[in-house]
């Protein structure tokens, strides 16, 4: 875009009224997001990419409309898809709000009722080529039928590889990565079908709003259900304690469960070293060894 006047044109085009007012905001780790405001007063959030973005938004777009699929069922609210195009995605903007007990409770149950819709294998997002955790592309690899063949082939390694290439991680925590890696049967727990998950849920792709929770910037994919309640917990999420409690009610969580939380922080800790250095190397390594040590 050339300028603030002509994007806001092409937004007027693509979403079919008149905008008046583009804000950029914060946040996003590609693209430039922005806050619309058409002439009638709606609002909608704009993020725009080089043209040359490798698919990113649309993979997130896919994501997005993936996950929207459960919420017939009673699913975790999802931004909504306004526009999808190669390098421009308009969502329905999604006013903040507080969180409360009552509306963890309800997002933990709709979380369960999002990963119970399921995925066709452990992998791949159906029907995308190419899939990224924020700015990193995903192994252009086929989805297989066990989790831990693909935590460890598609996710571990994978990044483990990058952060040791990108001087991010030691020798001594890429080697209990490694060792977590080559032995993941032993630590994975009971086989479970693949789930319908979120694949990047930290605090910040939760919003919280009236009535329930709003879930953004997905790296949707068949995965296993206990890595986005990880995930939560990784960052900190107000109130999690009630989303846990809800969702065992409504998808108790297999035997062990606390064990493995390492486990499945495993992988986002190896991507945030990639992402931003030595200091999430190093907390991957702790976190391996702890895996290592409750077997």
Excluded: C
Excluded at 178 to 201: I, K, M
Excluded at 223 to 243: K, Q, T, Y
Excluded at 260 to 269: A, E, G, I, S, T
């Amino acid at each position: 875009m050339r300028s603030r006047a002509d994007l806001a044109s092409r937004l007027s085009a693509a979403i079919g009224a008149r905008v008046a007012r583009v804000a950029a905001v914060g946040g996003g780790s590609f693209g430039r997001p922005y806050r619309v405001t058409t002439a009638a007063g709606d609002e909608f959030f704009a993020k725009v990419a080089p043209p040359d973005g490798d698919g990113m938004l649309a993979h997130e777009a896919a994501g997005l409309r993936w996950l929207a699929e459960a919420e017939a069922s009673g699913g975790t609210r999802v931004a909504r898809v306004v526009v999808s195009e190669p390098d421009l995605l308009v969502l329905d903007w999604v006013p903040g709000g507080t969180v409360s007990r009552a509306s963890a409770r309800r997002f933990g149950a709709a979380l369960a009722a999002t990963h119970a819709l399921g995925a066709p294998a452990f992998g791949a997002l159906p029907g995308v080529a190419t899939g990224f955790i924020a700015s990193e592309p995903l192994p252009d690899t086929p989805p297989v039928d066990r989790w831990s063949t693909f935590w460890a082939e598609q996710r571990l390694r994978p990044f483990l590889d990058r952060a040791v290439a990108a001087g991010a991680i030691g020798d001594e925590d890429a080697d209990a990565v490694r060792a977590v890696a080559d032995d993941l049967d032993r630590y994975a727990g009971p086989d479970e079908p693949p789930a319908r998950v979120h694949g990047d849920l930290w605090s910040g792709n939760v919003l919280w709003t009236e009535p329930d929770a709003v879930l953004i910037d997905p790296s949707a994919h068949g995965g296993h259900r206990e890595s986005d309640l990880a995930m939560l917990a990784l960052f900190g999420l107000p109130h999690l304690d009630d989303v846990l409690e809800a969702y065992q009610r409504a998808a108790p969580l297999a035997e062990g469960w606390e064990r493995r939380v390492p486990l499945h922080q495993l992988y986002p800790l190896l991507v945030h070293a990639v992402l931003f250095g030595g200091h999430y190397g190093r907390a991957a390594g702790a976190t391996a060894r702890t895996v290592l040590a409750a077997a």
